[in-house]
């Protein structure tokens, strides 16, 4: 009798357990490229069995580079489209998810009616970035809404636990990484959900790393390590499968850069990506205790 109900016990436990929701992990970037700074993480969690999902709000379509000899437009598009499907496979998480925003616009006003070439629009679009009114023309959207409204819906679909995005820095404070990260955490910030934020950052010795190691000159924004309190293991396993997505990005990057970068990456990490939580819930009646 007790080894029947021991066995009903342990059926119960193995359908409750089944019936619990899978682990979910989507992680929310601006470029095909963007997930080179948490591909190990990425890699492990797919390894372990979350179903792990990289969105992308732009095309990418403005990324040129002279070695790659395509002009910016729809073929950059779509050969930046077929590298973050490559990213993703090496990586082994799901299919890229692309909002299809224009790169380096996510801070502009698009309207279906008017177009940037009018020098009405021009004057229009300079005078609503200066003075945001509740009288906006209905017709007009700000982009970077977009990447909020999209990020929304995904949530939803989804239901993932945790969501990976820029910090307000934006790496090296590309305008792009940065509104994709402040539009991501309107989105976390406007429900409570249950929803964990983390935004990856690089400590100033991972900055240094960074700088020395890019193809062109520009300043790695950090984070003092006191904020950086999530580390997050991988395996060798877990950095190959990132180094393999990396080398799918040949658009954007020559064999020197992609040594430099993955030895600077490596260097900084020393097993561990870095992320910082994005809310506390202290509760207070004072803003200084």
């Known amino acids: ?48 069995g979350v179903r792990t999902y990289l969105a992308i709000a732009t095309k990418g379509e403005k990324g040129i580079t002279e070695h790659a000899g395509i002009p910016a437009g729809d073929r950059l598009a779509a050969e930046r489209r077929a590298e973050a499907t490559c990213a993703c496979q090496q990586l082994g998480i799901e299919p890229p998810i692309f909002f299809e925003l224009n790169d380096s616009e996510l ?46 819906k995904l949530i939803a679909k989804l239901h993932p636990q945790v969501v990976v995005t820029w910090g307000p820095d934006g790496g090296y404070g590309h305008p792009d990484h940065r509104l994709v990260s402040s539009a991501v955490t309107q989105v976390v910030q406007s429900e409570h959900s249950g929803v964990k934020l983390y935004y990856t950052g690089l400590t100033p010795e991972q900055g240094k790393l960074l700088d020395d190691a890019w193809p062109v000159r520009i300043q790695w924004h950090t984070t003092d390590p006191a904020y ?41 990490w020393t097993g561990h990506v870095w992320f910082r939580a994005w809310s506390s819930l202290r509760k207070s009646q004072d803003l200084f205790k």
């Open 1 to 48: 009798m007790r080894r029947i109900a021991f066995l009903s016990f342990l059926l119960c436990t193995a359908m409750a357990e089944a019936q619990q929701s899978p682990r979910v992990l989507l992680a929310v970037f601006a470029h095909a490229d963007d997930e080179t700074f948490v591909g190990p993480v990425l890699a492990r969690y797919a390894r372990e």
């Open 228 to 268: 950086l309190t999530v580390g997050v293991p991988f395996t060798k396993e877990d950095q190959a499968a990132s180094h393999r997505a990396f080398m799918c990005h040949k658009s954007q990057y020559v064999a020197d850069s992609f040594v430099k970068i993955e030895k600077a990456l490596e260097e900084g």
């Open 107 to 152: 801070d502009a006003v698009t309207s279906p009616q008017m177009t940037e070439s009018s020098s009405l629009m021009s004057r229009l679009m300079a005078f609503l970035r200066r003075f945001w009114v509740r009288s906006e023309p209905s017709n007009l959207a700000w982009n970077v809404q977009a990447v909020a409204d999209n990020t929304e």
